[in-house]
């Protein structure tokens, strides 16, 4: 325990905090151009960080048999540590041991010594593996998706990035509308057609939050998502019992569904306000039965979107987990174990606190409450080392839908459900668009 100005402060093993170096491992033999191209918009981004003091860093990393890749780096003054080969394999989880070939093996091991968060490889045959290399933490990538993910790596530390509108130190206010053309563009040029059609006033402003303030939450709350996915590898890799970011992941997965749920609903009243179809405004929804009446004979080809049958489904797969957010609880991922049949006794456990080598412990205390307390909390401990030897599936939340059950995993889903309400938002803005014209 960390002793500090005389006092003896309590640590928490097996945890850590979000990792400010992204190490990439280049299994590159030989760099084409196209590669060269990459890894120098990569640079910029590097030079940004050293000068702008964010405290964080991307380091790369070459293996020592690919000195060809490491001088033609160095020739156009990106930096790039040579580091040698693995022949310990002792550090791969069995089970993905078990699946990979030596060569792989050998290249997973580099990886997981030096704490790489990413292996970048131009080689095609590899990418079947992708699955595997991800259950022992670290991603096997190309170069032209290093460049996302650095991005990724970035905003997730409060440094807004990206190279397709490279500016410094630009604020969060703007970054998204300035970076993300492709995602504002139809709701932008909408906006400005409401204006000069002299649209009312609550039209106007109601497309102004959805475009300018939802979008932009969106985008924010996407990144951060795919930021702690990032870190979660970080944790697999050291093994961290009590770090998986589950506070960090709960608290924006349940702001994202009530963002995307609340989109849906958010271009109901736009269009309500712009047509002025007097439904209440209380009563305006995506799913509202008046709203929809409403719609019915005036404007078909909105009506049509929200009623079809990819958007329908989606609405409902995001308002039965919204419905958990904003009213049963919190949306938090977990582990699906298996049962244990029968379950361990007192004595079972007992045994495996002492098999741990944590029964001193108890001897801390003398005979009475306090130790029959810890002895409680060990068991506890152990019973949940057990449990979890027979985990099923990890990150996931249980979802009801129509009666039935099921788990998804909604980390993996964040760029799907993005797309998908940004979708939705574009078709509503040109149906839109059309019915104004």
Not at 116 to 139: F, Q, R, W
Not at 277 to 292: S, T
Not at 340 to 362: E, F, H, K, S, V
Not at 387 to 413: A, C, N, Q, S, W
Request: glycine residues 4%.
């Amino acid at each position: 325990m960390p002793f500090v100005r005389g006092k003896i402060l309590p640590e928490v093993e097996s945890t850590g905090r979000a990792k400010r170096t992204l190490d990439v491992l280049l299994s590159v033999e030989r760099v084409n151009i196209s590669t060269l191209t990459l890894l120098d918009e990569l640079e910029q981004l590097r030079i940004y960080l050293a000068s702008s003091g964010a405290f964080i860093s991307i380091d790369l990393l070459c293996l020592e048999n690919h000195r060809e890749t490491r001088d033609a780096l160095n020739k156009i003054g990106i930096e790039c540590a040579l580091i040698p080969e693995s022949s310990d394999v002792k550090g791969i989880p069995q089970h993905v041991a078990d699946r990979i070939d030596d060569s792989l093996k050998r290249l997973l091991s580099t990886a997981l010594e030096h704490d790489a968060d990413c292996i970048v490889s131009n080689k095609p045959d590899l990418l079947p593996y992708v699955e595997e290399l991800e259950e022992a933490g670290v991603l096997l990538t190309s170069a032209d998706f290093l460049l996302r993910y650095a991005e990724t790596f970035a905003r997730g530390h409060d440094v807004p990035w990206a190279f397709a509108n490279k500016v410094w130190f630009e604020p969060w206010t703007s970054f998204y509308q300035l970076a993300e053309g492709w995602t504002f563009r139809r709701g932008l040029e909408f906006l400005d057609l409401c204006k000069s059609k002299g649209a009312n006033r609550d039209a106007v402003e109601l497309c102004r939050s959805l475009v300018y303030n939802r979008l932009g939450d969106m985008c924010f709350t996407r990144d951060r998502l795919c930021f702690y996915e990032l870190q979660q590898a970080v944790a697999k890799r050291a093994q961290w019992k009590r770090q998986r970011f589950s506070t960090e992941v709960a608290y924006y997965l349940n702001f994202s569904y009530l963002l995307l749920y609340g989109a849906f609903d958010h271009a109901a009243a736009l269009v309500n306000a712009l047509f002025n179809l007097g439904v209440n405004e209380r009563q305006v929804g995506a799913r509202n039965r008046e709203f929809l009446k409403a719609l019915s004979g005036k404007l078909v080809g909105i009506q049509a979107l929200f009623e079809k049958p990819s958007y329908v489904e989606f609405m409902r797969r995001v308002a039965a987990l919204r419905h958990i957010a904003a009213h049963r609880g919190v949306l938090t991922p977990t582990k699906v174990v298996r049962d244990l049949d029968p379950p361990p006794t007192n004595d079972d456990l007992d045994q495996d606190i002492r098999d741990a080598g944590l029964d001193y412990l108890l001897l801390r205390h003398p005979p009475g409450q306090l130790r029959d307390a810890f002895r409680e909390m060990l068991r506890s401990n152990a019973r949940a080392a057990r449990y979890e030897r027979e985990t099923l599936m990890e990150d996931v939340v249980l979802i009801e839908m129509d009666g039935k059950h099921g788990f998804i995993r909604p980390l993996t889903d964040t760029w799907f459900n993005f797309r998908s309400c940004t979708s939705f938002l574009n078709d509503v803005f040109s149906a839109c668009a059309k019915a104004l014209v």
